[in-house]
């Protein structure tokens, strides 16, 4: 039975339907849930730094960047998406989005990760590869995917 369930969030409508299904599997399972918000580093603004992939230096010498905006958004999301009668914790990371959210199921011990994937294009996937598969693929546990296809604008 699924007791710990990880809910990672980037604004797309792929993880708002996401949170959707995880709180419907809370209110089945009295699962605790965690809402997860990755913030990435900026990109170096520097050529050199571009180059290496080094961040830019007011961030290296601010690492505890205030969390509060972010805290902020996953508390706004869960009151209006989330299950109404169960709880939920949530918690900001830095970094890559990928090792992030699998260092944060390990840490939280997730039974489940229930995530959006944006569906960004073969071409990006195969040069890049998508979040939601490099988690699936390293997870210490099973992971649900949802897509919400972009509806073409007339």
Known sequence: MVQR???PLDGSDSARQALEHASLLQRMSGAALRLLRVKEPPSADEHLGAMVGVPPVEMLENPGDDDS???HWLASIWHEVGN???EADWH??????APAIVEQAREFDADLIVMGSRGQGQFQNLIFGSVSQQVSETAPCPVITYH???TASA
């Open 148 to 150: 919400v296809p972009e």
């Open 69 to 71: 905006e972010e805290r």
């Open 84 to 86: 109404r009668d169960g």
């Open 92 to 97: 900001v990371a830095s970094g890559d989005p």
């Open 5 to 7: 369930i990880l809910v």
